[in-house]
Each structure stands twice: as structure tokens, then as C-alpha cells.
């Protein structure tokens, strides 16, 4: 059908997180421009898994760039070349007939292979563990309009709120560093008044997590705020710093 | 065994009260001595696994995902409802209960939707106390916004990510009971089967996603919180991983499923464009506000436009079918779901569909944007013309979107009575996973209310209950149930893996697919579903002789994982045909050909039907045995829906 690529995928296989990995060359043949990035491996998937071979794992749920469970770093660049959008969301249309695409796990010590284009992101996890969340339990919390809160400050409070934790500021850092993440979540509920009470432990205590995690300082060249899909400003950082800073200053 | 729904007597507005004060309680000192398991962590599941952690007992959580953040709650996009009556506009929780009753189409207990209408303005107050960043106004109160089939404005929202606000929200209270040790968190763990010891429902077998090892976990109460089955239908709007097993399984070991057959189909989906489509995305139905729905008048011009000779603007103002107009005058294009989803199928079927499939039709703005400018349409639908220009490369500014149903939600489940335990004791059901209460159609904004409900609200209370009644002395997991379970899971992956045939599990995954829509999807027939009974006899018979699984089980294994959901996929489909072959009433989203008005418009029975239909397993190639509850109105009028 006109229009349709063929494309050479240069895919980095591992077995699991302790055996090497490499880069495996495949075919990917009449891609139709119209393909989310990911139909396009289910594509290549359905032919190995027909000649008996291991199908490229890769992670994915949504396919609506809302999960966060998309990954890939595409060309060199995490969720590939379009701004502002997942992998999961990324179209064909994107690349032109014969190119060949690299695609490779994210890369960060804190965030290890499982398999293939699979990693581990619990780091993450353990890091929301550690304090993001007000410390309400079920039931007894007064009416909703009880607490009146600016329109601003919801806004902005919301605009770190839709970081979906894809992990993809951390595998664009050159420092693996977590910062983008952790002070979206940290910035939030610094923003609200339901966060005020734990405001300062809140920032100490996953900031700490992040460094037990592995993850790298920020030097400030912005590369999370450029690759990240759901467009998460750097001002964040700068709010998490003054936040830890306060926290260390109250304490001593 | 006798249906008991254990609906509270009394006045509706007193029930659920009335109830409360009535179950058991657990002695506070004895509240860790408990182990309860929960299998799912998206609304349900992690706002009662957080719940029921801040009580004092021990909670074990499971989820497939990488992260209970990930569930398929995260993708909600309108909002969450509440009759909270903040715009002071007449609402209040009998309007509320009665607007989810009438839109459910008369099919759901009166008491459960009462209830949930009740409890739907404490989880406002809850997640807004979590820092939940619902939409404001100017003046820092909460805004509302109207959805389908209400008069009222109750809908809260956050942009368009509310589901993904409230799960980050119930996700940060689950968060905080595992720092505190109270809930142990699984997850890439898949649950494979229930175990029963002396009837009860005492612990799960699992598969680590990344080890494939399979494990046994015990428990006093088992609560089921895994989300709905759409994916039955290959397509849908659903995440990928979405899927029917837990459910399934369970099924199998003796819950009963209660109206399978009730699906909510979504009228406004961007259609499909090939074979290659693995999953199909929503557009917001409020975008039926302003935009005019047609297709050509003849069948020649709907031709010429799927061939590519004649673009949309080329078809004269008098040659279009604004179809919903002209046949609904006084509700024109905002008819229901339901309603509008049909009349898209039908005219498809006539031939006068668009697009190159011919499967779509149009959902016009140029009328808006005359009107109100392109800057008012932007502000209003932005990010959804962006969205659609994203997807389908084309923009809807310039031409007209197109647009079809697409399976979206699944109104069945596991049968629960008023507690939210299904038929086998100790076995609990929450969320979408259950069938309980959107009766044959679910109203916008209605599924975040139910899931949360369920997990904060109701669940705290009745799972008390039972634990109460049975003690805390522990489960004995050395009792040979448990290692027989296991096995026998095992010696399942073990056959998937023996299979080693020429089809893979994808192909029949959309084989099902095709079979399900074509028969069993917004319009049925007794003959058309006679068939796919037939068909999917064979299908399931040839999977289990001819599908291909790589791989080993001592990996992780997509191969494995998507086979065993879509082995339980083909069984459940059996039974969605058996009970839509059962229910020879149009309702819901269901259109039965045999049942239909003089003018063809959808005929319910009230008299044969109104009943919950809830299946029993009887063993395989055995037909269910079908268990009646009938449906008791006390408080509402069942009358005959007409948009006309
Ligand atoms: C695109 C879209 C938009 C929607 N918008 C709205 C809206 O605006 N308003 C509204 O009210 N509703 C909406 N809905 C419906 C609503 O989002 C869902 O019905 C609801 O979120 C389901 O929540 P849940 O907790 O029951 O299940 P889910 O969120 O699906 O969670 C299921 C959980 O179970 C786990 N699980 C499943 N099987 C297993 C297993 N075998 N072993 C271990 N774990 C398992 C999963 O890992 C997950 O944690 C929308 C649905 C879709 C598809
Ligand atoms: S900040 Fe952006 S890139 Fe980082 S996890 Fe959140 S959404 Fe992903
Ligand atoms: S698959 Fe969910 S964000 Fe990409």
C-alpha cells in the first residue's frame, strides 16, 4: 500500500538483569504511517512469536500516554523524537521509509534491565513511600469546600500533578538524576494547604530516599524538562531545593 | 444455593445506616491478627487496601502492573460524581440515586444505588483532603461541570485526568500504609486462582511476572478488585493488560458472574484504521454538544468518500443525513449513549459509513465555528482536537472528525450481594470487577464514584462482619487445598507452554474479538448469537490445540501472561452469548432485533426481565446454571425510555 516504510530496528535484547545484553537487528516491513510506535513492535512481535522466537519484551499498558508504563529511548532520545509525547503515543508517521531506529532500555543504575527494553522503576515507588501523601486517614476529614484554595495555586499545583512517572527525566540525565520526579510530587502537595503540616519532612524524607536510591545530582542542563512527555517545568527543582533547604535549616 | 441479596429492610435513605449499626465489629486488639488479601490496586483496591491497613489489620496487595499507580483507573478523563448540590441547582442524593437508577435502565437494586449516591460526597471531602487538585473556581470553591443523562451539574473534575488524580490520590494513601508496614505490596504478581478451604474463600495462588514463580498466600477475607473485561472484545478503550482472569478464575471455584452481557459501548471512539489497531481511544462525549453528527444521504456518495474521490466539504448541505436529528428532534445529537451508538452502527451497516473502512461517521464543527469562532471551540475542546490531530493526522478544525462506538466498560461481574461478597464466602468483589451497581448502562462519571465508594466506604464495614464471625485464629495454609491449587495452575502453564502450535495467542485474541462485536456487541439476535456460540466452541477447542506460547515459564514471559488471559477470555465468551441469548429484552445497550417499538426503538420487558442473571459454573463443556434475583423497585417508576 503506498506510503508504507520499511524500516531496520537495531533492538537492545537482554535475557534477564543478569546476563549481558546486545543489540539485535530486525526487519520491520510494510509499517503503515498510520501505526503507533508500539503496533509497530507488536507488528515485528507477531512474526518472531510465528517462527518461534522470544518476541521483544517491552513495557506498555494504556497506549494513552497516561500510565506511565511506556518507556524506550528511540534514537537516542527517551519516549523518541516528539515533544511532549509517550512512546505509547508516538505514530509512525513520525520516521521515513528506510531509516533505521535504535531502540534501548532506559539507562540509570536505579532503574536496572528485567528484560529486554524492561526495567525496574520501584525506585520510584519507594521514593513516594518515603512521604508523598498528607497523612489523612479514611473518614473525619472536613467538607471539601471547607478548604478554599486560589484557582492559581491549583492550577500550578495540578501542572506538577500530571507527571505520570515514566521515568523518562531520570534516562535523559546525564546524571541518571531523579530531581524532576521527586519535586514534582514534593512541589505539589507544597503548594496545597491539605500539605502544610508535613510540609518540610515530606521534602527531607524523599529527597533523602531518592540519594539511598542511587540516583544522580542535578547539574542543571534541563534535559529532563526537554524529554519529559507531560511537559513537568524545572521550576520544580528549584521549589524541592528551597523546600529541603528549609527542611535541614528548621532542624538544626 | 438461594440468591440473598441481604438488601437492609426499612426506608431507603435509612438502609445503609440502619446496616452499619447492625454488622459486627472486629475488637480493635484483634484487628492485626488478621490477614486480608487484596487483588487489585487501582480505585478499589488501593483505597480499600489503605482503608482497611489505617483499621489494623494486615493487608497483602497485589497488581500485574510495575506499580499500583499504573492501574487502568489512571486513564479516566471526564470526572467523578457527587451530590454535593455546591451550584445549588436541585440536586441532592435522591436525585442522584434516582438519575444512576433510570440510566442503568431499571436493572440495578435500588438499595446499592442509594447507597452509593449516599457515601458519593464523603469521597469528595476525602480526596480533596488527600490534595486531590480538583478544578476550582475564581473564588477557590470547587467547580462542577453537567454530564450525560443528568440536569444537574455534579461533576467534579481535574482537566481531563480525574481518574488519574484519584488514583494518585488513593495510591499516596496506600503509599503511606506500606512505609507504615501495614500493607505488603506485590507487584508484576498476577493472580491465577482462589483457594477454598471448608467453602471459604482462604488465600490466592500468584505468578511473579519476573521469576515465574508461582506462590501460595493465605488470607481471612479475599477481595477481588480487578477492574472490568472489555478486552473480551479485543478492541475496547481499556489498557492492554486489562483483562478477566482473576474474575474468571474465581468464577470457576464457585463465584457466580451476573450479567455478563452487559457491556457499555461508547458512541464517540476514533475508528479504527487497520489490522494492525490494538487498542482504540476515546474522545469525550461532551464534544457532542457542539458538534452535528451525519453521514451522505446515499449510498453512492458515502462510496465515493471511502474511496478517497470526494472529501467531506464536497458533500452539499442536502445531500447529508444529520441522522440523530432528524430522528430524535428534542434530543438530537445529546441522545444517550446507547442511542447514539446504534444509530451509528446502523448506518455503517446501511452502507453510508465514511472513512476508507466505511466504518465511521462524521462529527462536524463547521456550524460551532461559524458561530461561536475557532478561538471558543479551542478553549472548550483544545486538547481533544489535538488529540484527534495526533492519532489520525487530520485536523478536525478544517474537516469534520470522524467517529465510532467502541467497547468501553463492562457492567457485569462478579455477582456481590448488598456486603460486596459474591457467592462464595469470604470472597469479596469491588469496583468494576463486581457487577453491583450500574444496572444495564452506566452514566458518565458514575465508575470512579462506584470504584471509591466501594474501597473507602463500604468494604471497611461489612468485611468486618465476616471476620468478626469467623475469629481470628489463623489460616492453615499447610491444608492440602492450597498445595492442590498450586498445582493445579501450574500444571495449566505448563500445558500452554507444551502447545507449541501454529496460531498465536494475538490471533486468536482478535478472532474472538470480531466474533464478540459482530454477535454479541450493541445489536443482537437470537440466530446471530446461536451462531457465535458455535464459533466460539471451535475457537476455544483449536487454542488449546494449536496456539503458540514461547518462552519458559521461569522468565518473564508476555507470551505466557497474554495466552492465560485470553484462554479465560474465550470461556467468558461463551457465557456473555449464553446470557444475551438469555435475555430477549432490548435494554441498556442492548438492542435485542426481536424486541423493538413499532417505530424500532429499543423494547424492554419488565415483567420477564427485571432480574439479576447470575451464572454458576457447572464444569467445562457444561451450560451454567442460571440463578435468578429479582429486582424489588419500592421507590421508583419503571417507564420506557424516549428521546424522541
Ligand atoms: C478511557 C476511559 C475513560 C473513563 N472515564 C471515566 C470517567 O470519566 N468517569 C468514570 O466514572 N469512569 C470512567 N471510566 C471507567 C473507570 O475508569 C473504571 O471503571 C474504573 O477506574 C475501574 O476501577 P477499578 O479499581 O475497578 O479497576 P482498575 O483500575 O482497572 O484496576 C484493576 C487492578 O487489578 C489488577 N489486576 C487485574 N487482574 C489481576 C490479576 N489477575 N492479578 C493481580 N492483579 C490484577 C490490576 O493490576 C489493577 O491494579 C473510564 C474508562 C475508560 C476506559
Ligand atoms: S517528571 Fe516527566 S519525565 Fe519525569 S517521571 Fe514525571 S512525567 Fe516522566
Ligand atoms: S502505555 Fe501508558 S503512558 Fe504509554
Redesign the pocket.
Known amino acids: 500500500m503506498s506510503g508504507h516504510m520499511n524500516l531496520t530496528l537495531k533492538v537492545w535484547r537482554q535475557k534477564n538483569s543478569t546476563t549481558p545484553g546486545k543489540f539485535v537487528t530486525y526487519k520491520a516491513d510494510e509499517i503503515s504511517p498510520d501505526m503507533s510506535f508500539l503496533e509497530m513492535l507488536d507488528v515485528v512481535n507477531e512474526d518472531l512469536v510465528k517462527k518461534k522466537e522470544d518476541p521483544i519484551h517491552f513495557d506498555h499498558d494504556c497506549r494513552?500516554g497516561i500510565c506511565g508504563m511506556c518507556s524506550l529511548v528511540i534514537n537516542g532520545e527517551p519516549h523518541g523524537p516528539k515533544r511532549a509525547t509517550t512512546t505509547c503515543q508516538l505514530h509512525m508517521r513520525s520516521f521515513s521509509d528506510k531509516d533505521t531506529i535504535v531502540i534501548e532500555p532506559w539507562r540509570a543504575t536505579a532503574f536496572p534491565v528485567v528484560k529486554d527494553l524492561v526495567t525496574n522503576r520501584s525506585s520510584f515507588d519507594r521514593i513516594q513511600q518515603a512521604g508523598g501523601y498528607v497523612s489523612v486517614g479514611t473518614g473525619g476529614v472536613p467538607d471539601a469546600n471547607e478548604i478554599p484554595i486560589s484557582k492559581v495555586i491549583a492550577d500550578e499545583a495540578m501542572s506538577s500533578a500530571t507527571c505520570i512517572g515514566c521515568g523518562a527525566c531520570v534516562a535523559a540525565c546525564k546524571n541518571a538524576s531523579a530531581m524532576l520526579f521527586v519535586s514534582a510530587k514534593i512541589s505539589q502537595f507544597a503548594l496545597l494547604p491539605q500539605g502544610q503540616p508535613e510540609r518540610y519532612a515530606r521534602a527531607e524524607a524523599m529527597v533523602l530516599q531518592m540519594d539511598e536510591e542511587g540516583f544522580g545530582g542535578c547539574t542543571n542542563t534541563y534535559a529532563c524538562e526537554a524529554q519529559c512527555p507531560k511537559e513537568i517545568k524545572v521550576t520544580n527543582i528549584a521549589r524541592m531545593n528551597r523546600e529541603f533547604f528549609n527542611a535541614e535549616l528548621i532542624k538544626s | 444455593m438461594k440468591l440473598d441479596a441481604k438488601i437492609p429492610e426499612g426506608p431507603l435513605a435509612e438502609k445503609w445506616n440502619k446496616h452499619k449499626f447492625d454488622l459486627k465489629l472486629v475488637n480493635p486488639a484483634n484487628k492485626r491478627k488478621y490477614d486480608v488479601i487484596v487483588?487489585?490496586?487501582?480505585?478499589?483496591?488501593a483505597s480499600a487496601a489503605a482503608s482497611l491497613a489505617e483499621l489494623g489489620y494486615n493487608v497483602k496487595a497485589?497488581?500485574?502492573?510495575d506499580s499500583?499507580r499504573r492501574?487502568?483507573?489512571i486513564?479516566?478523563?471526564?470526572?467523578?460524581n457527587a451530590a454535593k448540590n455546591y451550584p445549588n441547582d436541585g440536586d441532592s442524593v435522591y436525585r442522584l440515586f434516582y438519575d444512576t437508577i433510570k440510566g442503568g435502565d431499571y436493572r440495578s437494586r435500588e438499595g446499592n444505588v442509594y447507597r452509593l449516591a449516599e457515601v458519593s460526597v464523603n469521597i469528595i471531602d476525602q480526596c480533596v483532603a488527600q490534595g486531590v487538585p480538583f478544578a476550582r473556581e475564581y473564588g477557590g470553591l470547587l467547580d462542577n461541570r453537567s454530564f450525560g443523562g443528568a440536569q444537574v451539574s455534579r461533576t467534579f473534575y481535574a482537566k481531563g485526568q480525574?481518574?488519574q488524580q484519584l488514583?494518585l490520590g488513593a495510591y499516596s494513601a496506600l503509599n503511606r500504609q506500606i512505609e507504615l508496614g501495614k500493607v505488603k505490596m506485590y507487584t508484576r504478581?498476577?493472580?491465577?486462582d482462589v483457594v477454598v478451604v471448608d467453602g471459604k474463600a482462604q488465600g490466592i495462588i500468584?505468578r511473579n511476572l519476573i521469576t515465574g514463580q508461582v506462590d501460595t498466600h493465605s488470607g481471612h477475607a479475599v477481595l477481588l478488585?480487578?477492574?472490568?473485561y472489555?478486552n473480551v472484545f479485543y478492541l475496547s478503550?481499556?489498557a492492554m493488560?486489562?483483562?478477566v482472569?482473576?474474575a474468571w478464575r474465581a468464577h470457576k471455584k464457585g463465584a457466580y458472574f451476573a450479567n455478563p452481557c452487559y457491556t457499555q459501548i461508547h458512541p464517540t471512539c476514533i475508528p479504527v484504521t487497520g489490522d494492525h489497531q490494538s487498542k482504540l481511544t476515546?474522545m469525550s462525549e461532551s464534544l457532542r454538544n457542539d458538534g452535528r453528527v451525519w453521514v451522505p444521504k446515499t449510498l453512492e456518495l458515502s462510496q465515493k468518500l471511502q474511496k478517497g474521490e470526494l472529501k467531506a466539504k464536497d458533500i452539499k448541505e442536502a445531500d447529508r443525513d444529520y441522522y440523530l436529528e432528524r430522528k430524535y428532534p428534542s434530543f438530537g445529537n445529546l441522545v444517550p449513549r446507547d442511542v447514539a451508538s446504534r444509530n451509528a452502527k446502523q448506518v455503517c451497516d446501511e452502507g453510508r459509513g465514511v472513512g476508507k473502512s466505511g466504518l465511521a461517521v462524521y462529527l462536524d464543527f463547521a456550524d460551532s465555528i461559524g458561530r461561536l469562532g475557532q478561538p471558543a471551540v479551542a478553549a472548550k475542546y483544545g486538547n481533544l482536537f489535538d488529540m484527534y490531530q495526533q492519532i489520525t493526522d487530520e485536523n478536525p478544525y478544517e474537516v469534520p472528525m470522524r467517529i465510532y462506538p467502541a467497547v468501553?466498560?463492562t457492567m457485569g461481574g462478579l455477582w456481590v450481594d448488598y456486603n460486596l461478597m459474591t457467592s462464595l464466602p469470604g470472597l469479596y468483589c469491588?469496583?468494576?470487577?463486581n457487577f453491583s451497581d450500574h444496572g444495564a448502562n452506566r452514566l458518565?462519571?458514575?465508575?470512579?464514584?462506584q470504584?471509591l465508594a466501594d474501597g473507602y466506604f463500604v468494604i471497611p464495614y461489612t468485611v468486618g462482619d465476616y471476620l468478626a464471625n469467623i475469629g481470628p485464629a489463623p489460616i492453615d495454609a499447610s491444608r492440602p487445598e492450597f498445595a492442590k491449587a498450586k498445582a493445579e495452575v501450574e500444571e495449566k502453564i505448563k500445558t500452554l507452554l507444551s502447545l507449541n502450535g501454529t496460531r498465536t495467542v494475538d490471533e486468536y485474541h482478535r478472532d474472538l474479538g470480531h466474533i464478540m462485536w459482530e454477535y454479541c456487541g450493541m445489536s443482537r439476535t437470537a440466530e446471530g448469537l446461536q451462531k457465535a456460540k458455535g464459533l466460539i466452541a471451535d475457537l476455544r477447542n483449536s487454542f488449546w490445540k494449536d496456539v503458540i506460547v514461547v518462552g519458559e515459564n521461569e522468565e518473564v514471559n508476555q507470551s505466557l501472561e497474554k495466552a492465560g488471559r485470553v484462554a479465560d477470555f474465550i470461556e467468558l465468551g461463551e457465557l456473555m452469548v449464553d446470557d444475551a441469548l438469555n435475555r430477549s429484552e432490548s435494554c441498556g445497550g442492548h438492542f435485542r432485533e426481536e424486541s423493538q417499538t413499532p417505530e424500532g426503538e429499543a423494547l424492554r420487558k419488565d415483567d420477564e426481565f427485571a432480574y439479576v442473571a447470575a451464572w454458576e459454573f457447572k464444569g467445562i463443556n457444561m451450560p451454567e446454571a442460571l440463578h435468578k434475583e429479582e429486582l424489588i423497585f419500592e421507590n421508583v417508576k419503571l417507564t420506557q425510555r424516549s428521546y424522541k
Not at chain 2, 487483588?39 to 483496591?45: D, E, I, P, R, S
Not at chain 2, 497485589?62 to 502492573?65: A, D, G, H, M, N
Not at chain 2, 469491588?430 to 470487577?433: I, K, M, P, S, T
Open positions: 494513552e | 487483588v487489585g490496586t487501582g480505585l478499589a483496591g497485589f497488581c500485574f502492573q499500583p492501574a487502568h483507573s486513564a479516566a478523563q471526564g470526572g467523578i480525574t481518574g488514583l504478581s498476577e493472580m491465577l500468584t478488585c480487578t477492574g472490568g472489555g478503550t481499556n493488560g486489562s483483562n482472569t482473576a476515546l468501553h466498560y469491588l469496583g468494576e470487577a458518565g462519571a458514575s465508575a470512579l464514584m470504584g
